[in-house]
Each structure stands twice: as C-alpha cells, then as structure tokens.
T-cell receptor, first 115, second 113 residues
Framework: AQSVTQLGSHVSVSEGALVLLRCNYS??????LFWYVQYPNQGLQLLLK??????LVKGINGFEAEFKKSETSFHLTKPSAHMRDAAEYFC?????????????FGAGTRLAVHP | KAGVTQTPRYLIKTRGQQVTLSCSPI?????VSWYQQTPGQGLQFLFE???????NKGNFPGRFSGRQFSNSRSEMNVSTLELGDSALYLC????????????FGQGTRLTVV
C-alpha cells in the first residue's frame, strides 16, 4: 500500500523567502508522485509530477521538486515566495498496482505568505 | 477546451435523504475519479470509472455508489445521508493511463443537516 506524509500542516514565510514544503512517501513499488495546489473554494491544480524520468521536476509558477529515492522524499520548493502562493498544497502518490487514477493524498500543508 | 464540470456547486440535504452529484469530464477523457475532502480526514479516494466500468474503489461504505455513462459523464450517489457525509466532493478526469494528468473540477459542497 502507498501512503504520503506531509510534515507541517502550516508553514509561514515572508514574501521573497524560500518556500520548502516537505513530503515523504511510502511505496513498495516505484511511485508516481504529484504536488497539487488548492485555493479557497476551488478544486486541485497540478503543480508538477514525477513519473520516473528526471528526478528534478520543474512545475508551474516557479515550483520544483526533487525525487530522492534514498530518503523517500519529494519536497516542493520555490526560491522566492509571492503573496499569490498562499494556498493549501497536497502531495500525492500513485502506482501501477495502486490504480491508474487512484491518488493517495497527504494531509496537506497550508502555506501563508506575509509581507 | 472546457474543464471538468461538477454540478451542483452547493447542496444542502437532510439526514436520511439521498443525493446525486454529477461530473462532466474533459472531452475525450475516459477516466473519472471521485474524492471526498473533509477537514478531519483530508482527501480520500472514493472510486474510479473507466469506460463505464468501476476500475478502482476506496474504503467507503456501500451507501456511496457511482456510475459512468457512455459519454464518460459520471454520477455519484450517496444514500441514507449522515452528518459525517458533509464534505467537498471532487471529481477528476484524465485520459485514463498512468502517465496522464488528472484534472479536477471545482467540487460540490454537500452539507447534511
């Protein structure tokens, strides 16, 4: 079975500061990993995905994540936070055995950006 | 192209009633998945339909059911509503293969009173 752990339910940064949102996964087979963002009263928007190609994945809005198999991690980073980045972020995992579109989500991290 | 459309956006029901939610996927997508989002349990997978067949199922009671039509539109039904069913129900559509992105709708906010 797969699972995802997001460390820190709330993260607060200053505008212009580095954003680091942590995600660790558990999977008995090579995983596919995703980061989604959710704005208030909205659905989820895909930021980036890892599907066994390059381990450093670049996504939209300046975000990127690095797949580290030895650490079972897929942390999300952005060099410089903007006010518009304030939202909730979800890490998710799936695998061929888990099902093609059966995403297992972490509990989410709410990012606050202050001036 | 048009995104994933979920109707209605908001719904208030009474305990014991049943409810049907609708999801129209992106044109050409054959897979539709449903998720329940609550503050306490987070995002949980309900089920996935592909070409009118349930392909995956999460750990929800039988009161939660779904179906998919030949045009890929999907409905989910919850019978005998309980207060704990109050949640944001999200639908996601994709082409249906592993290496494809799942696009989410804006969700249906269900409140059970």
């Amino acid at each position: 079975a797969q699972s995802v752990t997001q460390l820190g339910s709330h993260v607060s940064v200053s505008e212009g500061a580095l954003v680091l949102l942590r995600c660790n996964y558990s999977s008995s087979v090579p995983p596919y990993l995703f980061w989604y963002v959710q704005y208030p009263n909205q659905g989820l928007q895909l930021l980036l995905k890892y599907t066994s190609a390059a381990t450093l994945v670049k996504g939209i809005n300046g975000f990127e994540a690095e797949f580290k198999k030895s650490e079972t991690s897929f942390h999300l980073t952005k060099p410089s936070a903007h006010m518009r980045d304030a939202a909730e972020y979800f890490c998710a995992v799936t695998t061929p055995s888990g099902g093609y579109n059966k995403l297992i989500f972490g509990a989410g991290t709410r990012l606050a950006v202050h001036p | 192209k048009a995104g994933v459309t979920q109707t209605p956006r908001y719904l208030i029901k009474t305990r014991g009633q049943q409810v049907t939610l609708s999801c129209s996927p992106i044109s050409g997508h054959r897979s539709v998945s449903w998720y329940q989002q609550t503050p306490g349990q987070g995002l949980q997978f309900l089920f996935e339909y592909f070409s009118e067949t349930q392909r995956n199922k999460g750990n929800f009671p039988g009161r939660f059911s779904g179906r998919q039509f030949s045009n890929s539109r999907s409905e989910m039904n919850v019978s005998t509503l309980e207060l704990g069913d109050s949640a944001l129900y999200l639908c996601a559509s994709s082409a249906g293969t592993l290496n494809t992105e799942a696009f989410f709708g804006q969700g249906t906010r269900l409140t059970v009173v």
